[in-house]
C-alpha cells in the first residue's frame, strides 16, 4: 500500500506542483511531498516486516527525518499518529484502520500552531471521520473506497474554505497530494499491479542531485555529525544543573504510576527549564535544567530504570563560556572536506539559501552552515538536524528563510540532543540577513533572540520572478511569460517587462521612512539591467542607500530589501 501509495504521488508530483496558488515557477509541494514520502519508503525497505504495527514504525521514522516543507511535515505527523496506534497489532481490520487514521489527524494538527481549514489537515480529517463513522463492512478495502471517496469530496470543497483557492480555481495542492497516495492504498488493495520505476525504488535523502521540474534540482550538502556538550549560554543561571538521562520504562504498572509522555512532560517542567522529552515505545531520552537533578530523576524512576546519567553544573562552567563568548565567529563553514571542528562556542548558526553569492553573504557574517535550498527545493527535517549537529556550540540558531521551511525547522527542535536549538520564523533572505545583522556576540541567548525576531519585522522583502500561467489575484490581472513583483508574500505587479516589474514593486517597498535598498541579483540579471534599477532608484528616491551584491539565485531576477 505505502509503495503504491508513494508511486502514484510520484508520477503525479507536476500536477499536485501545479495547484500551488503561487504562479511561481517554483511551487513545490509535490515535489515535498514526494520525497517526504520516498524517505519513508527508503526507512521501510531497510526493515520490511509483515508485522503492521513494525512496519508502520519503520515508516513513521522515515517520514520524520525526510520531512521536506510544510506539506511534507503534515504527511509525516499523519503517518505518525497511525503508527502509534498500531503499534503493537500485527494486523489490523477496518475499525482498527479507521481508527489510526484518526490518530494520525490528531497528531498533524497539534504539530501546526495555527491550523488552517481547506488545505491537507481538512482533507485528512474529513476522510478519517467518515472511516470512523463507516459500519457496513470491517474490510480495508471497504474502509479505503470510502476513505478515498470522502478525502476527494473533501478536496473539492477546499475552495470553499480558502478564499484564496476559490480566486485562482484550484484545489489545494497538499489536499491532492494526500488523495493520491489514497488512489495509491486502493490501487494496492485491489489487487493491482504496482510498477515503482528503478529510479524511484533507489532514491534517498542522500542524492546530490534529483530530478524535479524543468530547471530544478536539488544541491544538498552533507554535513558531518560533531555532536558537542550542551551548556546553558545565560548570565543568569536559574537553574543550575544540566541533567540528562536515559529512561527505559517498565511495562505495566510501577509503583501506582502508568506512563504517559504528555503527563510525564508536564511534570518534569515544574522542576526546570530547558526540557527535551523523546520518547518511543521502550526508551525517554530526557534532557532537564534543573535547580535539584535529584527530585526530577526521582520522579522519572516512578516509570522505570534510569541509565546514562549525566549532571554537569552549569554555574561552574559559567566562566569558560564567556571566554568563548569572545572568540567570535571565524570558524569556516562545516563540510565533509572540512571534519577538524573549531572550538566549543556558546552560538552558531545555520541558514538556507541558493545561489553561490548569497551563500557568501550568509558566510561572511558569521553564519557556520548554509544549507543549499529555498524557494526551489526544501531542506528536509533531517537535512536541518545534520547541519545542527555539525556545528561544536552549545546554542544553534536556524534560519530558513522561507515560509515553507519554518514547520520542518521546527521539527527539528525536539530531535537535536546535547545542545539548545532556537528557529527564527525568518520566510525571505532579506529577514535572514537582517535577523543575523540583529545578533549580539556578548548577548544571552534570550535577549538575542527577542532582537532577531523584532528585527524581522523591521524589513520588507521583494522578489522579482515570472508567472506560469495565467491568474488573478489580489485584483491583479497575471499573464503567463510575465514578470511579477512580490512583496512579503503578497504579488503587487505583474508586467511584461522585468525592470517595469522592479521598478513597480520598488515603488510600493518603498516610503517616507526608508533610508537603505539592497538588492541581490540572480543568475539571470544583467549589467545593463542591474544600472537601469541603480539609475530608477537614484532618481527617483535621491536619499536612499544602495547595496547592490551578487546573488547567484536562480528563478528570482532580483531579490530587493528595504529598511
Known amino acids: 500500500m505505502v509503495l503504491a501509495g508513494a508511486d502514484n504521488l510520484r508520477r503525479n508530483v507536476d500536477k499536485v506542483n501545479g495547484l500551488n496558488v503561487f504562479p511561481v515557477p517554483d511551487g513545490d509541494t509535490g515535489t515535498n511531498m514526494n520525497l517526504t514520502l520516498t524517505a519513508g519508503c527508503e526507512e521501510l525497505k531497510k526493515k520490511p516486516s509483515s508485522h503492521i504495527g513494525k512496519a508502520a514504525d519503520a515508516l513513521s521514522k522515515g517520514l520524520l527525518m525526510g520531512a521536506r516543507g510544510n506539506s511534507g511535515v503534515i504527511l509525516s505527523q499523519l503517518f505518525r499518529g497511525f503508527a502509534k496506534y498500531v503499534h503493537d497489532f500485527e494486523n489490523v481490520n477496518g475499525q482498527q484502520f479507521a481508527a489510526a487514521l484518526q490518530q494520525g489527524v490528531e497528531t498533524a494538527y497539534k504539530a501546526v500552531v495555527k491550523p488552517v481549514e481547506g488545505t491537507i489537515l481538512t482533507v485528512s480529517k474529513e476522510a478519517a471521520k467518515h472511516a470512523v463513522q463507516f459500519r457496513r463492512s470491517n474490510d480495508v478495502l471497504?474502509?479505503?473506497?470510502?476513505?478515498?471517496?470522502?478525502?476527494?469530496?473533501?478536496?473539492?470543497?477546499?475552495?470553499?474554505?480558502?478564499?484564496?483557492?476559490?480566486?485562482?480555481?484550484?484545489?489545494?495542492?497538499?489536499?491532492?497530494?494526500?488523495?493520491?497516495?489514497?488512489?495509491?492504498?486502493?490501487?494496492?488493495?485491489n489487487g493491482g499491479l504496482v510498477q515503482v520505476d528503478e529510479d524511484f525504488a533507489t532514491m534517498d535523502t542522500n542524492l546530490s542531485e534529483v530530478s524535479l521540474l524543468p530547471g530544478m534540482n536539488l544541491a544538498k550538502e552533507v554535513h558531518a555529525h560533531m555532536p558537542a556538550q550542551a551548556h546553558l549560554a545565560t548570565e543568569d543561571i536559574e537553574f543550575g544543573y544540566c541533567t540528562e538521562f536515559m529512561l527505559t520504562i517498565a511495562p505495566g504498572k510501577v509503583k501506582g504510576f502508568t506512563f504517559d509522555e504528555a503527563t510525564f512532560r508536564d511534570q518534569l517542567s515544574k522542576l526546570g527549564d530547558s526540557l527535551l522529552v523523546v520518547a518511543d515505545e521502550e526508551l525517554v531520552k530526557v534532557h532537564i535544567h534543573a535547580e535539584y537533578p535529584g527530585e526530577v530523576m526521582n520522579q522519572a524512576m516512578n516509570y522505570g530504570a534510569l541509565s546514562r546519567i549525566k549532571i554537569e553544573n552549569m554555574r561552574d562552567q559559567h566562566s569558560h563560556i564567556v571566554e568563548d563568548m569572545t572568540h567570535g565567529y571565524e570558524a569556516p563553514v562545516v563540510?565533509?572536506?572540512?571534519?577538524?571542528?573549531?572550538?566549543?562556542?556558546?552560538?552558531?548558526?545555520?541558514?538556507?539559501?541558493?545561489?553561490?553569492?548569497?551563500?557568501?553573504?550568509?558566510?561572511?557574517?558569521?553564519?557556520?552552515?548554509?544549507?543549499?535550498?529555498?524557494?526551489?527545493?526544501?531542506?528536509?527535517?533531517?537535512?536541518?538536524?545534520?547541519a545542527v549537529?555539525?556545528?561544536?556550540?552549545?546554542?544553534?540558531?536556524?534560519?530558513?528563510?522561507?515560509?515553507?521551511?519554518?514547520?520542518?525547522?521546527?521539527?527539528?527542535?525536539?530531535?537535536?540532543?546535547?545542545?539548545?536549538?532556537?528557529?527564527?520564523?525568518?520566510?525571505?533572505?532579506?529577514?535572514?540577513?537582517?535577523?543575523?545583522?540583529?545578533?549580539?556576540?556578548k548577548a544571552d541567548a534570550g535577549t538575542n533572540t527577542d532582537a532577531m525576531n523584532e528585527s524581522l519585522r523591521r524589513v520588507k522583502s521583494g522578489q522579482v520572478t515570472y508567472a506560469v500561467r495565467d491568474t488573478n489575484m489580489d485584483g491583479i490581472d497575471i499573464k503567463q511569460g510575465h514578470f511579477?513583483?512580490?512583496?512579503?508574500?503578497?504579488?503587487?505587479?505583474?508586467?511584461?517587462?522585468?525592470?517595469?516589474?522592479?521598478k513597480k514593486l520598488l515603488e510600493e517597498m518603498i516610503d517616507e521612512g526608508s533610508e537603505i535598498v539592497t538588492i541581490l541579483t540572480g543568475e539571470d540579471a544583467t549589467e545593463e539591467g542591474m544600472e537601469e534599477l541603480e539609475t530608477f532608484i537614484q532618481t527617483m528616491y535621491p536619499n536612499m542607500e544602495i547595496e547592490l551584491h551578487p546573488g547567484g539565485q536562480p528563478l528570482y531576477a532580483y531579490l530587493f530589501s528595504v529598511e
Open 389 to 441: 549537529n555539525s556545528i561544536d556550540a552549545d546554542t544553534i540558531y536556524v534560519l530558513p528563510n522561507n515560509s515553507n521551511i519554518i514547520l520542518a525547522a521546527q521539527q527539528a527542535v525536539d530531535l537535536v540532543d546535547n545542545k539548545t536549538l532556537i528557529v527564527i520564523p525568518s520566510k525571505s533572505i532579506p529577514q535572514g540577513l537582517a535577523a543575523i545583522l540583529a545578533f549580539q556576540e
Open 335 to 386: 563540510s565533509p572536506a572540512t571534519p577538524v571542528a573549531p572550538p566549543n562556542k556558546p552560538y552558531g548558526f545555520v541558514a538556507v539559501a541558493l545561489g553561490d553569492g548569497i551563500t557568501d553573504i550568509l558566510s561572511s557574517v558569521g553564519v557556520d552552515v548554509v544549507l543549499s535550498g529555498g524557494q526551489t527545493m526544501n531542506p528536509s527535517t533531517e537535512d536541518i538536524v545534520n
Open 484 to 502: 511579477i513583483g512580490i512583496q512579503d508574500g503578497r504579488i503587487v505587479s505583474s508586467q511584461p517587462s522585468l525592470m517595469d516589474a522592479c
Open 142 to 189: 471497504d474502509l479505503m473506497n470510502e476513505v478515498l471517496g470522502r478525502a476527494k469530496e473533501a478536496l473539492a470543497k477546499t475552495p470553499d474554505q480558502l478564499a484564496i483557492l476559490k480566486q485562482v480555481g484550484v484545489v489545494d495542492a497538499g489536499g491532492q497530494g494526500l488523495v493520491c497516495v489514497y488512489e495509491g492504498f486502493v490501487t494496492s488493495l
